[in-house]
């Protein structure tokens, strides 16, 4: 019977190696300054102990050994990148875009952001309802009658400042990750790559290395940015390897609604025709790095000579990548927002 695999990475072990000595040693550098970059092997970093487990069911990790053939499938290519072999073939090049897309939401951001915002939802869910319906709530919710003191212990955790704690369930996180890397990967496919190799200067990578680049002339940065409107992707690849995925928009710009040629530039895109290669530079290495740097959730990672292209502005921990606010963020007193009871008929 083959053992159950207990540490689950959601960076993998074969990315990580492309940041690491021969010996697998790589440095971790935590965001939260209290705390001093150590150094330590792959194995170790990127990781949680049964992340991707699955309680009750008859194989517990299969999800993990799922995630290891993807890995394996996408490692294979990035060796057949630093050969040589790029642009790459469009299966590849599809699998490779697939097997980011699932690295941009297997984080344990991505688990924290769900928990935050469903917790935030059920706070404005309950408070706006008032207290006296509280019970009313909790009979929808959880089917039961609860008595006053249960009542009144929902009523107080579900109204605190951020809602509830919660803990969503592992299944329902790799459903959302299935789901929502299978929609992301058709804008990673959709732009053209560049490869950039670098000699004398280094990438470091993170643990939410797929960084989303705003553009310079967004006029509205309040907006946000997504995989639709990023001007462009980046992902270090190894350490000495950077991939950008420019705007494929720029090179629909001359074209008319209607017009063939953008079927044309589509088909070309997603054939590689338009990838190309360069030589890293100075400023695409900054370029690359800072964002990585920023995207980073909770650890930066590099290689143990390359401590010079590590930004010297990093951002604090933050496990939460999406927030709402306004109605959501509201007071309760305990009186319901509207005029009569929820539930309550016209006759009532």
């Known amino acids: 019977m083959t053992p159950v695999a207990k540490l689950h990475h ?99 951001d991505t688990r924290r952001t769900i928990e935050h915002l469903q917790a935030k939802m059920i706070r404005l869910e309950v408070g706006a309802g008032g207290r006296q319906n509280v019970g009313k709530w909790i009979q929808g919710y959880f089917g039961f009658d609860a008595d006053e003191d249960q009542q009144q212990r929902i009523w107080d955790e579900a109204t605190q400042p951020g809602g509830p704690p919660l803990t969503i369930a592992v299944g329902d996180h790799i459903r959302h990750m299935v789901e929502t890397a299978e929609e992301l990967t058709v804008y990673l496919v959709t732009r053209p790559w560049s490869l950039h190799q670098f000699d004398r200067r280094s990438l470091i990578t993170c643990d939410a290395p797929v960084s989303l680049i705003r553009g310079r002339d967004d ?84 290689h143990p000579d390359d401590q010079r292209f590590v930004p010297a502005e990093l951002p604090g921990p933050n496990l939460i990548t999406m927030d709402a606010h306004g109605l959501l963020d509201a007071d309760f007193d305990g009186e319901p927002w509207f005029g009569r009871d929820r539930g309550q008929s016209d006759q009532d």
Do not use: C
């Open 219 to 302: 006029a509205e940065p309040w907006m946000g940015v997504g995989f639709a409107n990023a001007s462009a992707i980046s992902v270090p690849l190894t350490r000495k390897l950077g991939l950008i995925m420019s705007d494929p928009l720029v090179l629909l710009e001359r074209f008319e609604d209607g017009d063939p040629g953008i079927q044309q530039v589509r088909d070309r895109v997603v054939g590689g025709q338009l990838d190309a290669v360069q030589v890293g530079t100075t400023a695409v290495e900054r370029l690359i790095n800072e964002h990585t740097a920023h995207n980073a959730r909770e650890y930066i990672y590099r």
């Open 10 to 108: 959601f960076v993998p072990q074969a990315y990580l190696r492309g940041f690491a000595t021969e010996k697998e040693r790589i440095v971790a550098v935590p965001l939260d300054t209290t705390r001093s970059p150590f150094t330590t092997v792959v194995k170790n970093v990127g990781a949680q102990t049964h992340f991707h487990t699955i309680p009750g069911v008859e194989e517990p990790d299969g999800f993990e050994k799922f995630l290891s053939s993807v890995e394996g499938e996408a490692s294979a290519i990035i060796r057949r990148i630093e050969g040589g072999e790029f642009p790459l073939p469009q299966e590849d090049r599809m699998t490779l875009s697939h097997y980011l897309a699932l690295q941009a939401v297997r984080g344990p």
